[in-house]
C-alpha cells in the first residue's frame, strides 16, 4: 500500500509543474523539456516467485464475483498475492502483486490478468509494473504484455512470462514463476 502511494505521490509531483507553468491558465500545455529527462532507456530482466493461496482462511486471492461455480466462466478474484525471490513461500519478500484476475474463456482455460506489481525489494521499493494481458494457465508459459510502470519502471513496456511450478488441483493453490523483460528509463 505504502510502495503504490509512493507512486501515486510520485506521479502527482510530475504533473504539479504542467499546472504551475500555466499563466493563462490553460487547460495544458506543450512543455519544452522531454519527461524522459534524457536518460538512456535500458532493459531489466526480473525473476521472482507468484504465490496464490486460495485455500484456508488466510487466502491471498479471494473470489468477489460471477457464478457460483470458482472454475466457471466469469469467475473474478482479487487478489494480494506475496512475490518472493525463490520458489519458497518463505525466501525474501520483494513485493506484491495486486489486482483481478477473471476466467475469461469459454471454451479453453485462459484468465484475464488485469495486474499491478508492486516491489518493495532493494532500489526497486515503491516501483511498479502493471500487466494486463491473457493467461492461458494451463499452458507451460504464458506471455503476457507490461503495459506501464511506475517510478524506477516509469514508462516501462515489456512482457513478463509466467511458468506454474507447482498447482495443487484439490486445493486451487499455486506458485508460479516469473521472467520479466522491461524497458524503461
Ligand atoms: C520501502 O520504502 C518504505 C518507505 O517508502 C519504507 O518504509 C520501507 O521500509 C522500505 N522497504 C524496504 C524493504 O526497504
Known amino acids: 500500500m505504502a510502495s503504490f502511494l509512493n507512486c501515486t505521490l510520485f506521479t502527482f509531483i510530475l504533473l504539479i509543474p504542467t499546472f504551475i507553468g500555466n499563466s493563462d491558465g490553460a487547460f495544458s500545455e506543450e512543455l519544452s523539456e522531454n519527461i ?6 535500458k532493459t531489466t530482466h526480473l525473476h521472482f516467485y507468484l ?3 486460495v485455500s484456508g482462511n488466510d487466502p491471498s486471492a479471494v473470489r468477489i464475483a460471477g457464478t457460483s461455480d470458482t472454475t466457471g466462466f466469469g469467475a473474478t478474484f482479487i ?3 506475496a512475490l518472493t525471490e525463490g520458489p519458497n513461500p ?15 474463456a469459454q471454451h479453453d482455460t485462459a484468465l484475464l490478468m488485469v495486474v499491478n506489481y508492486a516491489f518493495i525489494g532493494g532500489k526497486y521499493n515503491g516501483s511498479s509494473i502493471s500487466i494486463l494481458g491473457r493467461n492461458p494457465v494451463l499452458n507451460d ?7 506501464g510502470g511506475c517510478g524506477l519502471f516509469r514508462l ?15 486445493m486451487g493453490d ?8 522491461v524497458q524503461h528509463y
Do not use: C, W
Open 156 to 170: 516501462a513496456r515489456g512482457y513478463a512470462v509466467a511458468h506454474s511450478i507447482s498447482f495443487d488441483r484439490k
Open 90 to 104: 518463505t525466501s525474501r519478500l520483494i513485493g506484491r502483486a495486486q489486482g483481478l484476475y477473471s476466467l475469461a
Open 79 to 81: 487478489m494480494d498475492d
Open 141 to 147: 508459459a504464458r506471455e503476457m504484455p507490461i503495459v
Open 36 to 41: 524522459l529527462m534524457n536518460r538512456m532507456e
Open 174 to 181: 499455486a506458485t508460479v514463476e516469473y521472467n520479466v523483460y
Open 51 to 53: 504465490h496464490d493461496i
